[in-house]
Structures are given as structure tokens and as C-alpha cells.
């Protein structure tokens, strides 16, 4: 077993941080200013991320998360075919800075959407939809959850897909799409049943639907904790009688679980990936306020229980991330489908560990930490919402106990 990191591992990581360094962190404060010109209209391209990714695509830094076989060697949007443990550290990096994964146009719901698209469309949808994402020229959303029933059981989700002659007809409600509210948000990725009859994990498709489809609406932007998350956002859309060209769907009637199985492993752990930089944020801001401020005649990083908190949060980034590295080299080695048990203990173990310490970054600043001055307040609101997506904690949780217990289960003749 080799903890060392390899020198491809460390070129790229240290071509991130040198970006990051150079040209991201600098432009934080003009992001927020430029967010607070758009007066009550939120919803729009922030120019300043749109400049620093014409940068990044020039020096190269564009596409990491794609592994090396998801596009030809001669395509102009291939990336550095990084594997996911290379993308690893780099993605840990991009966490630091909410915007930062759009930079390298390696942020959700997108790499997910291009991960499936490279994966199953055929030809036509790739040129279609694939390419101008790549290209970072426009965004996508994934439409899966749905407000009428619990979309934790996937079997649930009602909206309906019906063909009708050389079209299929969408009808039903989805809720927390996020990246809808984005301007450039011109396809969406729609899980729905086409298949009622059918066995319950046949019963699904996704289909490929361009936002600007007559029957749809938005119907309200949803905000996590009173934050908008613009201009990204989440919306609750409606579909009514859309109609969708047969040739939009993805490989077939009735695969759409299939489909979610190939997109969410690489999904979910990038969230993982991205939520041990977001600690460590936490945790730098909560050092330079316990040693800036002092209380009973010393400062407050001086008080024992302090230094119990600190010494917890370094432990528990360091196993967070050696979890989330293992799982990342498990998919390398052997694919997403036998290291599921790795993927799902560090969707759960990630966002608890980052909630815990951004919450006692937030007790170390005091009042100032729930207010917005700090970034904070935003930064736990965020991260909670990953104890939610791409599947609850309950159902890793559950997956991770049944395997545990097969491991002891009694034979049959017991």
C-alpha cells in the first residue's frame, strides 16, 4: 500500500493551486461585487467566471474530471484524462472556492451530464449536446426528484413518459433541479417512467429534453436555508404535454436506471472530493479567529476545549480523505460497480465530517459566524443539502449495513 502521491498526481494538483492561487482567490471579491450589481435579478453570467474560464482552457485546466477513454484522442475537448484518483486533489482544490469547479468547467450538475452523455448518446446527441458542454459555452440540469414522492426509492418517480407517434409526451413535476436558474441552461437530463408495466427497475428512462421546449415552466426558484444559490439555483419545473423527438433518449426504453447507476458514482464522489477543500476552509477561517480574539483575559484558541475541537477536525479531514482517495482508486482499479460499497461510506462520512467543523468554525466567530459576513452560514447550508443529494444518508447507510451483515449471515440449513 502506497500513500505517496504519484509526480502525475502532483503536477496537476500544483497546476490547480497555482491557478487558483494566481487568478481565482484574486477574483472573489470582484465575483461578489459584480453578484451584488444585479441588483434583484440574480439570474445571470457572472463575467468575471466567464473570463478566468477562457484562462483556464487556454493553460489546459479544462475537463480534468473525464477520464481518459470517455473521448477520442483527437478531440479538442479530451482534457488531461485524469483519473479519478488524479482528479482527486485537484477537485479537493476547486472545493475551496464555491465558483471554482465552473472555472475548470468540472462542476455539477455538468460533469455528471457529460459523464452520461459520453457514456450512452449516440453520435447525434453527442454532437448536439456534449460538445457545447465541453466547450463550456452552455450549462445543463438533471431532472430526478420529484416533490409528490419520496425519490430516494428511484421506483417512485412518476412523471410520465408516453410515446406518441414519432414524439414522447412528458407530463409531472420535478423539484430541485439544480443549475436551472442558470441563463445558459439549455438542456436538461429527465428521468421519468415510460415503462409502467414492466418490472420495477425496467420501468424508467432518460430522456434528453432542450429547456426552451414548449409545456415547460419554471415554476419557483427553491432556496436552501434563504440562500438562492444564484445564478445557479434550484427549481421546481413542470411539464405539461412537452413533446420530446424519439431520438432524444438515452440507449433505450426502460434503461434509465442503468443510466443513473453509471452517472452517480462519479457524481457522488466528487461531492466528496470538493467537501474535504470546503473543511479545510472551515477550519483555516476558525484557526485565524480563535487566535485574533481573546475572552476572560486570553485568546480563545488558549482555552482547552479549543484545542480538543481543532485536534478532532485535523483528524477527521486526514480519514475523510484517505476514505475518499480509497474509493477513488478502488473505481480506477476495479470500476464504480464493485467499489459502490467505498462510494456510498464516503457520501455519508464527508458531509458529516465538513458539517461538524464548519458548525464549530461558526461557534469560534461567535454571532458573526451565522451572519454573512463570514461565508459561513452559506458554506452550512451548502454542505448540509450534500446529506440529501445524489441519495440521502439513509439508503448508503442501508446498502452499507446489508453488506456488513452479509458477512455474518447464517447459512441456510441453520
Not at 10 to 34: H, L, S
Not at 306 to 334: G, Q, Y
Amino acid at each position: 500500500m502506497n500513500f505517496s502521491m504519484s509526480e502525475r498526481q502532483i503536477y496537476w494538483r500544483d497546476r490547480v493551486v497555482d491557478f487558483m492561487n494566481k487568478y481565482v482567490y484574486p477574483a472573489v471579491p470582484t465575483y461578489y461585487e459584480q453578484m451584488k450589481g444585479f441588483g434583484t435579478n440574480r439570474w445571470q453570467v457572472v463575467p468575471v467566471v466567464e473570463e478566468l474560464k477562457a484562462i483556464a482552457k487556454k493553460e489546459g485546466l479544462w475537463n480534468l474530471f473525464l477520464p481518459k477513454d470517455s473521448l477520442p484522442e483527437d478531440s479538442p475537448y479530451r482534457g488531461a484524462g485524469l483519473t479519478n484518483l488524479e482528479y482527486a486533489m485537484c477537485a479537493e482544490e476547486m472545493g475551496k472556492v464555491g465558483f471554482a469547479s465552473e472555472v475548470f468547467n468540472c462542476s455539477a450538475p455538468d460533469t455528471g451530464n457529460m459523464e452520461v452523455l459520453a457514456r450512452y448518446a449516440n453520435d447525434a446527441q453527442k454532437k448536439m449536446w456534449m460538445e457545447p458542454l465541453l466547450d463550456g459555452k452552455i450549462r445543463s440540469a438533471f431532472l430526478m426528484t420529484e416533490p409528490a414522492v419520496a425519490s430516494s426509492d428511484a421506483t417512485n418517480i412518476a412523471l410520465e413518459i408516453k410515446r406518441d407517434g414519432d414524439h414522447y409526451v412528458l407530463n409531472g413535476r420535478k423539484w430541485w433541479s439544480s443549475g436551472v436558474g442558470d441563463p445558459r441552461c439549455k438542456i436538461a437530463i429527465v428521468m421519468g417512467k415510460s415503462n409502467p408495466d414492466a418490472p420495477s427497475h425496467a420501468q424508467q428512462s432518460q430522456i434528453l429534453v432542450p429547456m426552451d421546449t414548449p409545456g415547460i415552466t419554471v415554476l419557483r426558484m427553491l432556496p436552501v436555508f434563504g440562500f438562492d444559490d444564484a445564478p445557479h439555483g434550484h427549481a421546481e419545473v413542470v411539464f405539461k404535454d412537452v413533446r420530446v423527438p424519439l431520438e432524444n433518449l438515452l440507449l433505450g426504453e426502460g434503461r434509465g436506471f442503468e443510466i443513473a447507476q453509471g452517472r452517480l458514482g462519479p457524481g457522488r464522489i466528487h461531492h466528496c472530493m470538493r467537501t474535504i477543500g470546503s473543511a479545510e476552509v472551515a477550519l483555516e477561517k476558525m484557526m485565524k479567529r480563535l487566535q485574533s480574539r481573546v475572552a476572560f483575559g486570553k485568546r480563545i484558541i488558549d482555552q482547552s476545549l479549543w484545542e480538543e475541537r481543532i485536534a478532532t477536525a485535523r483528524i477527521d479531514i486526514e480519514m475523510t480523505r484517505l476514505l475518499c482517495l480509497k474509493a477513488a482508486d478502488m473505481m480506477d482499479k476495479v470500476g464504480n460497480k464493485v467499489a459502490r460499497l467505498e462510494i456510498a461510506m464516503i457520501k455519508v462520512a464527508a458531509p458529516r465530517m465538513a458539517l461538524k467543523i464548519i458548525d464549530d468554525a461558526i461557534q469560534a466567530h461567535g454571532a458573526g459566524g451565522v451572519s454573512e459576513d463570514f461565508g459561513l452560514a452559506k458554506q452550512y447550508a451548502s454542505m448540509r443539502t450534500m446529506r440529501l443529494a445524489d441519495g440521502p444518508d439513509e439508503v448508503h447507510n442501508r446498502a452499507i449495513a446489508r453488506w456488513e451483515m452479509g458477512k455474518y449471515r447464517a447459512p441456510k440449513s441453520a
